[in-house]
């Protein structure tokens, strides 16, 4: 009896012991923390309201010659920008971002290129400008770009390739065209402009550099600035068109970004670089029904993304994906993205020698932007 029976006994442990491990490996694993916070552009930071503050001084010729009731000082960088809604225009705190952790980063792997700190010292003696200390905000338009910041001491003449003529325009404007056409070694700028001594003002034309100057002076078209002082807050800040965005998509997202496409026409966008790359999109869609549609795809986009990170072993793109979300309230459609500073660092190693291991850190700041 006793030898027919401890088989069995030895099989009941055996399967009691299987049971205690797949109890053991189907348990519920404690989850993984929580990404850290990383922080996106706000409006309402001590950083914007300071900015907008500083730069809220100057008063058109225009409107002071109106007369009709006191006139509001305005920012002039941000009057440079495109009349009305169907343009684009994004501006770069370039300041902000050459001296942020990133900016570091990238000056260091481009201050690395066979001879690169030589031709920026040959730049600054032969112009009399410092572009990594002198140059303030950079605005890429549709019709133009601006560029502040401070150029007193810059030599025009130094500046332009082959000969060029000047003429006054406006309050404080001066417009540089070519005496004879360039050649294709010299560039192919149609006109240059200067306000002052604080801005640049390039165009395709010399009728665009006239349109941007008269529209810093308050002149031309009485529509609003492609987006205003509410908007400018951030690192990069601007106006997108949509279709651009939707076609940097991967082809697998293709068909979202067509969806993408029939929402709406552009999107407002704020870029945080003061500590990681944070990155927020706004949309204003046709209804609330298809902004909310939209919002979930994406979000499910997003999340199969990085679900097939996690299963290929891609670690760091999946870490990307978990501080991606959307948001929709009423008509308004939200995207955030962002990529934390270490994987950046991480990113850059390559090109940044024996200080990957982090000398260069610029630090966190404590304000948003």
């Not at 540089?176 to 034309?205: E, F």
């Not at 990170?309 to 760091?316: L, R």
Request: net charge negative.
């Amino acid at each position: 009896m006793n030898r027919r029976r401890w088989p069995w006994l030895v099989l009941a442990l055996v399967l009691l012991a299987l049971g205690i491990v797949a109890m053991r490996l189907t348990e519920d694993k404690p989850p993984p923390p929580p990404p850290r916070p990383v922080r996106f552009a706000a409006a309402n930071s001590d950083v914007a309201m300071q900015r907008r503050l500083a730069r809220t001084t100057y008063v058109p010729p225009a409107a002071r010659d109106a007369g009709t009731e006191p006139p509001k000082p305005v920012d002039p960088f941000l009057e440079a920008l495109p009349r009305g809604e169907n343009h684009t225009a994004v501006v770069i705190e370039a300041n902000a971002v050459r001296h942020s952790p990133l900016g570091e980063m990238l000056l260091e792997c481009l201050l690395m290129q066979p001879q690169a700190r030589e031709k920026l010292e040959a730049f600054r003696q032969h112009t009399g400008m410092d572009p990594l200390e002198g140059v303030d905000r950079v605005a890429v338009m549709d019709d133009g770009l601006a560029i502040s910041g401070q150029f007193g001491q810059a030599r025009m003449e130094s500046m332009l390739p082959g000969e060029w003529r000047a003429s006054a325009h406006g309050d404080k404007g001066r417009v540089y065209v070519p005496a004879r056409p360039l050649t294709p070694s010299q560039g192919d700028m149609a006109a240059v402009g200067t306000w002052g001594d604080s801005m640049l003002v390039i165009g395709r034309t010399p009728e665009e550099v006239h349109g941007i100057l008269d529209r810093i002076e308050g002149r031309g078209s009485s529509e609003p600035p492609v987006f205003g002082g509410a908007y400018a807050y951030g690192d990069v800040y601007g106006v997108v068109s949509v279709e651009r965005l939707a076609d940097s998509l991967p082809p697998e997202q293709r068909a979202l970004g067509e969806r993408l496409k029939q929402l709406a026409p552009r999107a407002h966008l704020n870029l945080d670089v003061s500590s990681d790359f944070a990155l927020s999109v706004r949309l204003k869609g046709p209804d609330a029904e298809r902004t909310a549609d939209m919002a979930k795809a994406i979000g499910a986009a997003m999340a199969l993304a990085r679900f097939e990170a996690q299963s290929q072993g891609q670690t760091e793109l999946a870490r990307v994906l978990e501080y991606a979300g959307t948001s929709a309230l009423d008509d308004h459609l939200g995207v955030q993205l962002a990529v934390p500073l270490e994987v950046l660092r991480q990113e850059l190693s390559w090109c940044r020698g024996a200080s990957a291991s982090g000398s260069t850190d610029a630090g966190t700041p404590d304000a948003t932007r």
